[in-house]
């Protein structure tokens, strides 16, 4: 959500999300920064050329990895 924004705005934003959540409220985000979604995520999709390739927990998700980054482990699961 804070592709392309400077570092206030993207620090103002990452707030309002965590207080969002905070809140017990939902927000639904799609991301490419992998370092955002795990800071702010409880749950994941992870959606690549239409087709899911994972929707549960981010907690279920770290526990899966099998490769040392989220980066490297979303290019080993889209098989890219």
């Known amino acids: 959500p804070t592709s392309g ?3 206030m705005t993207s620090r103002a ?9 905070e809140e017990g409220k939902t927000v639904i985000f799609s991301s490419h920064r992998m370092g955002e979604v795990n800071q702010l995520c409880d ?3 992870i959606i ?3 087709k899911l390739f994972f929707n549960d927990t981010l ?10 980054t989220f980066e490297e482990e ?3 699961r889209v098989g890219e």
Do not use: A, H, Q, T
């Open 5 to 7: 924004l400077d570092v």
């Open 13 to 21: 934003i990452m707030d309002l999300i965590r207080d969002c959540r």
């Open 43 to 45: 749950d994941i999709s």
């Open 48 to 50: 690549y050329n239409g």
């Open 59 to 68: 907690d279920k998700f770290k526990s899966e990895m099998s490769k040392p």
């Open 74 to 76: 979303f290019i080993y």
